[in-house]
């Protein structure tokens, strides 16, 4: 009786290989074996790299470090003002640059959506913006906000509004320049994603609003935003996520005098780029990524579960 099992044990993994090697999706596993490896070894080490640092002590440039534990994270969630500051900056420059977005987008997507003449000249007129690099569009913004030459200044003054016009790269206006162009440099996703699937609504179900009597509020409420609602919501979590880890167009917008302007437009990954490369802590640098890559998962996480609530409930 104790004999059975063992046999029946030792016949199963041969019985294993025998159904591998005979398997139709044996070569096709395979060939996409080194890649999947490979992708997993470029995603994963960086990653698992920078946690294992964030717990170091270590000199940007030597290669050794000191074991420090949570030293890192507790000095910047417990003791460092700067951190916090440069948090709420970038919280409200994402959720600032965010809602103007969706509104110009969405605006947009439905003008574009609209039957006439010219329309797809339009369109691609509309996505201009998205287009070009992004070291373009902040020479092209500087001269237009330049104090002394800019277009913005001499069209103030001419049409009379005020004999003094704001210092648009000044300490007072330059984080809000910066949202404005970040606005403008990015909106195009939100708009082309948007149309995309505005093109798909049937219009029937336009016609029969019109004939209930709805107008183009009632239409756009009732019809229009349940029906992109679940491109809409994928907008949203892209946009946030990567308005929120912006680093770019604000580091060429006023990032590069730190200390002088770059203060006010220092968010959270300017904030980092800062201690690595500034103050040469990559320990710290390391543990301020983690921090931001934490609050984006733990937001993520509400988000989705905010979204599959409503969903249960439509």
């Known amino acids: 009786m104790s004999v059975l099992p063992r046999a029946s044990l030792s016949v199963q993994p041969a019985g294993l290989v025998m159904r591998i090697r005979t398997s139709r999706d044996l070569p096709g596993v395979i060939l996409v074996l080194p890649a999947v490896l490979t992708l997993t070894a470029l995603l994963g080490y960086p990653v698992l790299y920078n946690l294992w640092l964030g717990f170091q002590q270590k000199h940007t440039i030597q290669p050794v470090g000191t074991w420090v534990g949570l030293q890192n994270y507790a000095f910047f969630l417990l003791n460092d003002r700067q951190f916090w500051d440069s948090f709420w900056l970038g919280l409200l420059y994402a959720i600032v640059t965010v809602v103007a977005q ?14 006439f003449k010219g329309r797809m000249l339009v369109r691609g007129v509309a996505l201009f913006p998205y287009m070009i690099p992004i070291t373009l569009s902040v020479i092209i913004w500087r001269w237009v906000f330049n ?13 009379g509004i005020t004999a003094r016009p704001p210092l648009w790269l000044g300490p007072d206006w330059i984080f809000w320049t910066l949202c404005m162009i970040s606005v403008w440099t990015f909106f195009p996703f939100v708009l082309i994603s948007i149309l995309a699937r505005l093109q798909t609504v049937p219009p029937e179900l336009y016609d029969a609003a019109k004939v209930d009597g709805a107008g183009a509020v009632g239409r756009f409420i ?8 679940t491109v809409l919501f994928i907008v949203i979590l ?24 770059g203060e006010f437009v220092r968010i959270l990954p300017m904030y980092t780029y800062h201690r690595i490369f500034g103050l040469f802590q990559a320990g710290e640098g390391a543990a301020l990524a983690n921090i931001m890559f934490f609050m984006l998962l733990v937001a993520a996480y509400f988000y989705f579960r905010y979204f599959q609530t409503d969903e249960a409930h439509a």
Not at 102 to 115: H, R
């Open 238 to 261: 892209l946009r946030s996520v990567w308005m929120f880890t912006k680093f770019d167009i604000v580091w060429m917008w006023g990032g590069q005098s730190y200390g002088g302007l």
């Open 222 to 229: 009732h019809i229009t935003l349940p029906q992109i609602q």
């Open 102 to 115: 969706l509104v110009l987008g969405i605006g947009a997507a439905l003008l574009l959506n609209e039957d």
């Open 147 to 159: 104090n002394q030459y800019g277009i913005a200044n001499h069209l103030i003054v001419g049409t």
